[in-house]
């Protein structure tokens, strides 16, 4: 008999919460900068952030601020008066990505140049 926290298990593997420090956006790169009090940062994408939260792609942010009771997210407002919250979790558990197959045909050239066996 298979125990339940076996089938209940998430399979990106799990994250301890730390607080939220400081959060800022960066113009240039068109990401977020977030620090957390156990010293990680990380450099999350404003695309990745629009799209979580549904946020039109031309929305310019103008204030980016951390939840001082909680410290768990951040809220980030945007000039066409859209609020986006991000979480701790989704800036630190992130799936990984799948990696890409590599290809595994073979050329029409290559197998014409190759040595026949009798």
Same mark, same amino acid.
């Given at each position: 008999?298979?125990?339940? &926290?076996?089938? %209940? /298990?998430?399979?990106?593997?799990? #994250?301890?919460? =730390?607080?939220?420090?400081?959060?800022?956006?960066? @113009?240039?790169?068109?990401?977020?900068?977030?620090?957390?009090?156990?010293?990680?940062?990380?450099l999350?994408?404003?695309?990745?952030?629009?799209?979580a939260?549904?946020?039109?792609?031309? &929305?310019?942010? %103008? /204030?980016?601020e951390?939840?001082? #009771?909680?410290? =768990?997210?951040?809220?980030?407002?945007?000039?066409? @008066?859209?609020?986006?919250?991000?979480?701790?979790?989704?800036?630190?558990?992130?799936?990984?990505?799948?990696?890409?197959?590599?290809?595994?045909?073979?050329?029409?050239?290559?197998?014409?140049?190759?040595?026949? /066996?009798?």
């Open positions: 008999m298979k125990s339940l &926290a076996v089938s %209940v /298990r998430k399979p990106y593997g799990f #994250g301890v919460f =730390s607080r939220v420090r400081h959060a800022r956006y960066l @113009g240039w790169e068109d990401a977020f900068e977030i620090e957390f009090e156990d010293g990680l940062c990380f999350e994408s404003g695309i990745g952030v629009k799209r939260n549904r946020i039109g792609a031309q &929305a310019l942010p %103008v /204030r980016v951390v939840d001082p #009771g909680l410290g =768990s997210h951040f809220k980030v407002t945007y000039d066409n @008066g859209q609020i986006a919250e991000v979480s701790w979790a989704f800036v630190r558990e992130h799936p990984p990505k799948k990696p890409r197959k590599a290809a595994t045909k073979k050329s029409f050239a290559s197998s014409r140049l190759a040595p026949r /066996r009798a």
